[in-house]
């Protein structure tokens, strides 16, 4: 039997840890954590100095029992979860819930799933770091209280069903922020002014070489004025000039590093970047990966340095230590590596493999010489005028790091050489031009947030922390505050002036601007709560208040201050706040914006957020009359919307004719538009206008759910209008009085009776305890619809 039981965190970790260890050694997953705050309730006592009231879930019950019974048979426990603060609070609820002694258990940590790593820590135990607990205590706790004390706010105020956290609250504020500036912005032309010279290349021939003008012009005239003077000007080489220029690599990657270049380079969610890391340092393949620390082990270093070595040659061996700029970073961690360096692929996934690929490749980098450059810059003097053109070209003398990784960046594809080799020239040396182009460019817009843009911002104010931003990032949009989209982009006119064989030519063209893909935008009920909570919390929404305490919980868990005690300042301040919000009546709707009146009726026409979201209003509820409503299409927001716009929504619902001697209409409803006929409902595409729809297409989409509803339903019984077999997402069922049964695999559905149905109904139904699970049911049958 054996003698020491290690509880780690994840199935996954304890299968790896597992092969690692002899037979005195039984490795067991907690699955997480094996109590928390209860769900439905606040839990916290503050009269008590804010005890938690903690709770073993339903569901870790058996698993608790599981745990207690091979921890009372083993003569060491020893807690392996992961070393941050989330692991370390893992480790002390194991601690007390199954009322181990100091004496029969020791604490270990390690950065990598390796067999010296492992063994190292269990020679190198220590005690629970209490400081590192309270930190987490303190962050669950202080969110707990955020979230609980304001959805109540939101839900009487804004909404019913909204909610609101503290770290994703200023989030979405950053987001709408964002959206606000965009359509605040305004645009402003300048011509960039290009020249194409003709030159000898190197083997005698003759080859175009690109130079530009230095700066942009601000106007028409002024671009018309140039052109027109190179009409007569003499071209001249003025100045040639080279310097060698030198590239560094990147550091290794962090949490937040890898999540950004994961995004840009692979096309992951952070979410995504997460959970496929996760799995990679529970096989053992890298080390751990929530860190802020850039910092490398000599042992990495080394290993590193010989694969470099091994691969490349001496003369790419560059061994560097990077330091940490992150407010509260931990140095003691490691950054984001491979556990052996030797290793360039791994068995695993395509995902896995690529992620890996990319980590292993920045951490070789990271420890490799600076790439050389040779950078020349070419001066060309115009004759009549005091403008130069300037054309550049630039050569990698030595590759270095380049020979196996470039960095990428937000908002631009990953960029190549500057410019290519230039021809030989000399100085004094006179230029033909080919061409001379003056094009009209447009200031642009900040760009929207990626997930990945919107880590960097995260981190770069002090924000959060690595084991948070992929949560937050995928917490606003399950809520619905934002969502992830693209924008089309607008048609614009564009001049371009042409100076070619002497002639100078004017011409107009047309382009689309604007375009964005992938990126986070702001809903309006997500733009809605923002503006509440900066009017009614500022201190929530600040960003310097949410930095701030990201410090505090830095400084608990360095035992620099007392959990209670940063807990007690905030809800003394943030309570009261609560309180007064809640009684305060207000003049009008949150978020409501009032457009005018309706032409028609002289009623007021405005938008707010409905229970169901964003509506349009006309008529008010203190007159006798009842309001009108429609529901916002797809790509409208209640912060553009125009009074023509609001009410073209109430040429809705539109009759388009008749089918099978039945009225064909279309509307926008609750979940979008729809198509209405003979009593039943047909949803519309999303990229299908309702106000655009024709009754051939339709009646197309009328046909095909009838077809699919067919294929849906296998049998239907007379007798019992209740109980129909059906076909579903996991295979056929019984689905009788809102409540759907499974039907065993061996039985052949079309060839059972109404008989035989009951008895599967009946069977289940005592196997559940006369209770079947009729929230599943309803679940199934919704996505079955």
Known sequence: ??????????????????????????????????????????????????????????????????????????????????????????????????????????????????????????E????????????????????????????????????????????????????????????????????????????????????????????????????EDLLSKCLSAVFTIEDITTRPVKKSPAAPFTTSTLQQEAARKLGFTVAQTMMIAQKLYESGRITYMRTDSVNLSEYAINGTKEAIKEMMGEKYVHPRHFNTKTKGAQEAHEAIRPTYMENPKIDGSAQEKK???????RTIASQMADAELEKTTVTISISNTEEAFTATGEVIKFDGFLRVYRESYDDDTEPEDEGDLLPPLKKGEKLQYQAITATERFTQHPSRYTEASLVRKLEELGIGRPSTYAPTISTIQQRE?????????????????????????????????????????????????????????????????????????????????????????????????????????????????????????????????????????????????????APLKKGMSIETITLEEAMEMFKLPRTLGEYEGKTVSVNIGRFGPYIYHNSSYTS??????????????????????????????????????????MNGRYGPYISYKNVNYKIPKDIIPQDLSLESCLEIVKLQSEKEGGKPKAKRAARRSKKDA
């Not at 359509?183 to 021939?205: C, L, N, P």
């Not at 992620?355 to 490749?361: G, M, P, R």
């Not at 935008?521 to 949410?546: H, K, Q």
């Open 481 to 629: 505050y934002v969502e992830k989209g693209d924008k089309e982009g607008t048609e614009r006119l564009y001049n371009v002036l042409t100076l070619r064989d002497n002639k100078l030519t004017d011409a107009t063209l047309s382009e689309t601007t604007g375009v964005e893909k992938g990126k986070l935008l702001p809903t309006d009920t997500g733009t809605v709560v923002t503006d509440f909570l900066s009017e009614y919390f500022p201190s929530i929404m600040d960003y310097n208040f949410t930095a701030k305490v990201e410090k505090q919980f830095d400084e608990i868990a360095e035992g620099e201050a007392l959990w209670t005690a940063i807990l007690k300042t905030f809800y003394k301040k943030f309570h009261p706040l609560v309180e007064t919000t809640l009684a305060a009546k207000n003049a009008h709707k949150t978020g409501e914006r009032i457009l005018g009146n309706d032409p028609a009726s002289g009623k007021q026409v405005s938008v707010k957020i409905g229970r169901f979201g964003p509506v349009v209003q006309v008529g008010t509820a203190d007159e006798e009359e009842k309001p009108r409503f």
């Open 684 to 725: 519309m595409p999303k990229t299908t206008d309702p106000m655009e729809i024709e009754l051939e297409e339709a009646i197309e989409l009328i046909q095909a759910k009838a077809e699919a509803d067919a294929k849906k339903h296998i049998k239907k019984f007379e007798e019992e209008p209740d109980l129909q077999i």
């Open 355 to 361: 992620l890996y690929d990319l980590i292993w490749k």
């Open 124 to 223: 190198q135990p220590r005690e629970i770091d209490v400081n590192l607990v309270n930190a987490q205590q303190a962050r669950r706790i202080l969110d707990r209280i955020v979230g609980f004390e304001l959805s109540p706010v939101l839900w009487k105020k804004v909404k019913p069903a909204l909610s609101a956290g503290r770290v994703q609250s200023v989030a979405v504020r950053l987001i709408v922020e964002r959206e606000r500036e965009i359509h605040a912005f305004k645009s402003e032309a300048s011509y960039r002014v290009t020249a194409a010279f003709i030159v000898s290349g190197s083997d005698g021939k003759t080859v175009e070489m690109k130079a530009e003008l230095a700066h942009r012009l601000k106007s028409k005239k002024e671009a």
């Open 1 to 122: 039997m054996p003698k020491n039981l290690v509880i780690v965190e994840s199935p996954a970790k304890a299968k790896t840890i597992e092969k690692f260890l002899g037979d005195d050694f039984k490795v067991l997953s907690s699955y997480g954590h094996i109590r928390d705050l209860k769900k439905r309730e606040f839990s916290i006592n503050v009269e008590k100095n804010f005890e938690p009231d903690y709770e073993i879930p339903s569901d870790k019950a058996k698993l608790v029992q599981t745990l207690k019974a091979e921890a009372a048979k083993a003569d060491m426990v020893w807690l392996a979860s992961d070393e941050d603060r989330e692991g370390e609070a893992i480790a002390w609820h194991l601690y007390e819930v199954l009322n181990l002694h100091p004496e029969h258990t020791k604490r270990i940590v390690f950065h990598e799933i390796t067999k010296t790593a492992i063994l190292k820590a269990i």
